[in-house]
T-cell receptor
């Protein structure tokens, strides 16, 4: 079946604008994760959902970042008042259950100019 | 705080050479351990994982890793690398049953034909 799908693949936005990044997990996967990867670094955990609820949002850097998963499937990562330091690749992953193997999407490359 | 340290940032080998990539983690509780690989232009893929049992874990493409609990290490090995192993390798730990991954900064492996 299809893997984890992330849209858009690339996003360029101006400083101060609002952006939404979308993740379609593998069908039937209950756990969904967001990570951020800056150049030359490993992915950094942001938030994960088990079903519709955020099980752990300890990685969100500040209150400009917010994520939802209203129906327990698709998730949207929302960034308000973007800053140049938000530029990174945002990765989404899903797994059948918490602790099971996570499958990653290709990521969304966000560039804030 | 939980952390993962990969000792080698950039490794260059000739084909048929042996590979060992170091990974140490800092976490007081039970963890699951992973190595992920990212081939050029592709998404992160699971190479191998350790949850419990035999500390010597075999993964895909001839890779293996050994969990040494006393050293908080999970080093990746391959006896004979191929040009197609050129990729970025990430070690990750997950506090048991959370699914949340803490990644190291990655090691870029370049294999010369």
């Amino acid at each position: 079946g299809a893997g984890v799908s992330q849209t858009p693949s690339n996003k360029v936005t101006e400083k101060g604008k609002y952006v939404e990044l979308r993740c379609d997990p593998i069908s039937g996967h209950t756990a969904l994760y967001w990570y951020r990867q800056s150049l030359g670094q490993g992915p950094e955990f942001l938030i994960y959902f088990q079903g519709t609820g955020a099980a752990d949002d300890s990685g969100l850097p500040n209150d400009r970042f917010f994520a939802v998963r209203p129906e327990g499937s698709v998730s949207t990562l929302k960034i308000q008042r973007t800053e140049r330091g938000d530029s990174a690749v945002y990765l989404c992953a899903s797994s059948y259950s918490e602790g099971a193997e996570a499958f990653f999407g290709q990521g969304t490359r966000l560039t804030v100019v | 705080a939980q952390s993962v340290s990969q000792h080698n940032h950039h490794v260059i080998l000739s084909e048929a050479a042996s590979l060992e990539l170091g990974c140490n983690y800092s976490y007081g509780g039970t963890v699951n351990l992973f190595w992920y690989v990212q081939y050029p232009g592709q998404h992160l893929q699971l190479l191998l994982k350790y949850f419990s049992g035999d500390p010597l874990v075999k993964g895909i493409k001839g890779f293996e890793a050994e969990f040494i609990k006393s050293k908080f290490s999970f080093n990746l090995r391959k006896p004979s690398v191929q040009w197609s192993d050129t990729a970025e390798y990430f070690c990750a730990v997950s506090p048991s049953n959370t699914g949340k991954l803490i990644f190291g900064q990655g090691t870029t492996l370049q294999v010369k034909p």
